[in-house]
């Protein structure tokens, strides 16, 4: 067990909805990434975010969107969801040191239909 | 833009033997990389990260390089075991940004 928590683990949408997906960080981590992991792409990176404020952005989509709020927890909102949105999903945490061990969630199995 | 290549998409092997996956970089000189372990369905582990300046680092069974002038990182896994079989992923720190991970090599450790 990571300590990284994440809701729902599974979740059956159809195209143009959206989404919320929901991650605890481990206790005490101040970084949380979310990143996105399909078959073809592999993991791919979306966003990082480091007590409560925007650290660094990947690929991610305009139609996405993320916060961290004041108790740490982050939010990864999907909107519009198109079939090619379908994938895992995965948050991790991490200490303040640039080294620091990320830890994975479990991930969130979003399939869009 | 950065590139990473891990040698193949997957790798068959005897008990018993020694696992050696490769992975390989563009354009970038990390301060350091990480190896990952992932189970399917399942959130990548941490196994080991080595700096620009280590040449090797070992843990238990696990050995790995790291050659900045090769721009390339062997990963070992001696004495493998079927339970070793897993998706392994290297990831190149990029400096202030995170993590970017490779798509992985699939090992198969064959009883």
């Known amino acids: 067990d990571s300590g990284v928590t994440q809701t729902p683990k599974h979740l059956i949408t159809a195209t143009g909805q959206r989404v919320t997906l929901r991650c605890s960080p481990r206790?005490?981590?101040?970084?949380v990434y979310w990143y996105q992991q399909s078959l073809d792409q592999g993991l791919q990176f979306l966003i990082q975010?480091?007590?409560?404020?925007?650290?660094a952005k990947g690929n991610i989509l305009e139609r996405f969107s993320a916060q961290q709020f004041p108790d740490l927890h982050s939010e990864l909102n999907l909107s519009s969801l198109e079939l090619g949105d379908s994938a895992l999903y995965f948050c991790?945490?991490?200490?303040?040191?640039?080294?620091?061990?990320?830890?994975f969630g479990e991930g969130s199995w979003l399939t869009v239909v | 833009s950065q590139k990473i290549e891990q040698n193949s998409e997957a790798l068959n092997i005897q008990e018993g033997k020694t696992a050696t996956l490769t992975c390989n970089y563009t354009?970038?000189?990390?301060?350091?990389l990480q190896w990952y372990r992932q189970d399917p369905g399942r959130g990548p582990v941490f196994l080991l990260l080595?700096?620009?300046?280590?040449k090797e680092k070992r843990k238990e069974r696990l050995k790995v390089t790291f050659d900045t002038t090769l721009k390339q990182s062997l990963f070992h896994i001696t004495a493998s075991q079927p339970a070793d079989s897993a998706t392994y992923l290297c990831?190149?720190?990029?400096?202030?940004?995170?993590?970017?991970f490779g798509k992985g090599t699939r090992l198969s450790v064959i009883a």
């Open positions: 991790a945490s991490s200490g303040y040191r640039r080294e620091d061990t990320i830890y």
């Open positions: 206790s005490g981590d101040l970084s």
């Open positions: 975010y480091y007590n409560g404020e925007e650290r």
């Open positions: 354009n970038y000189s990390p301060a350091y």
């Open positions: 080595i700096r620009e300046n280590e």
């Open positions: 990831a190149l720190d990029r400096g202030n940004t995170p993590l970017v």
